[in-house]
């Protein structure tokens, strides 16, 4: 008698864990916070997903004002691979793909066109954004699945809608331009401000090879507008190498960014507001790029414009050389 209740004590064991097995192959892996300040985010399938539309706002302002919180995210949630990620590993045999097939890598990465020069450029100019949407450009908010393109942001309740469409033709994919400011309208300069050099490089030992590459440094002001799932404005400046006729960031042994700027928020119902920031890097050693993000606002209809702007951006090169360059409005 003990044997068969024994016997048929195991057999249920192994229904219990059996079940238990196959439910947990249809239930969506989550990677929980285990730090406060991430304690409403999670990980879902390579995807951070914040419950509503303020929690997404409140990680942005929290990226753009707290020293180290970017950090704390990834070392959070070390296996999560952005697009910041993403856009920081391409390579020059990448760039080369993306010429003969723009589309190769263009949910990191675009090459744009501007005064008859090409650079490869993120998807998204803010890089507090560009560290939560994952490599294919994708973050989850409320329900409602969001995939920042370059050109625009697609929006759907079902991941499968967004995963292979980048037109936005099926019904149930909403689709917002992303507008970038220029012109007086928006007050932007017309231009950037740029300073280039060449540096030698040895390509052989024997016999010893050299060759010639061209180098920019380039600082930008800018504004973007996405309906009102944000806007923003922001300056950077980054060092570029020139690979294949495409300006490509690379590494500068000193990089820094400058500016005092007074700019505007539209609010179409509450008027405008007018804002004044200054900030200064300090001396970044080997970085590629120096981003910052003045103002933004999220979940709202707004938009910004400069009213003055005098931003200076420097650096040092791998041939020793210093560069400075003014951007002014």
């Given amino acids: ?56 706002s409140e990680f ?10 970017l950090v704390e995210f990834e070392k959070q949630f070390s296996e999560f691979k952005s697009n910041f990620d993403a856009y920081e590993a391409i390579n020059e045999s990448q760039v080369e793909e993306m010429l003969s097939n723009p589309e190769k890598y263009s949910a990191f990465a675009k090459i744009v066109e501007d005064n008859g020069e090409k650079y490869l450029e993120p998807i998204v100019d803010d890089v507090n954004i560009r560290s939560v949407v994952n490599e294919s450009g ?18 759907s309740e079902k991941l499968s809608d967004l995963e292979n469409n980048t037109t936005g033709r099926l019904s149930n994919v909403e689709t917002i331009e ?21 540096k030698r490089v040895k390509i052989s030992n024997w016999p010893r090879i050299y060759r010639n590459i ?7 002001l ?8 944000y806007s923003g404005i922001g300056a950077n400046s980054t060092h570029y190498v020139k690979t294949a006729g495409v300006w490509f960031r690379d590494k500068a042994p000193m990089l820094r960014l400058e500016y005092d700027v007074d700019y505007i928020q539209y609010f179409p119902t509450a008027g405008n507001i007018y804002l004044t920031d200054s900030f200064d890097s300090g001396e970044k050693s080997n970085v590629r790029r120096i981003d910052e993000t003045f103002q933004f ?10 009213d003055s702007a005098d931003s200076y951006h420097s650096g040092r090169g791998d041939a020793g050389n210093s560069w400075g360059c003014n951007l002014n409005i």
């Fill in 1 to 56: 008698m003990k044997k068969i209740t024994l016997h048929n004590y195991v057999l249920l064991l192994l229904v219990i864990v059996f079940a238990s097995c196959n439910n947990e192959e249809n239930v969506m892996p989550k990677t929980e916070a285990e730090n406060s300040n991430f304690e409403k985010i999670v990980i879902e399938e390579g995807i951070v997903a914040f419950e509503s539309m303020d929690d997404f």
């Fill in 138 to 155: 994708i973050v989850k908010i409320g329900k409602k699945y969001y995939k920042f393109t370059y050109e625009r942001v697609f929006i």
């Fill in 297 to 306: 606002c999220v979940n709202a209809s707004c938009n910004f414009s400069f």
């Fill in 214 to 220: 061209n180098c920019r440094f380039r600082g930008r």
């Fill in 178 to 198: 992303v507008i970038r400011g220029s012109g007086e309208s928006l007050r932007m300069p017309n231009e950037d401000c740029r300073q280039d050099y060449t």
């Fill in 222 to 229: 800018w504004t973007v507008n996405i309906g009102s799932i």
């Fill in 60 to 69: 942005l302002k929290n990226a753009n004002t707290k020293d180290e919180f």
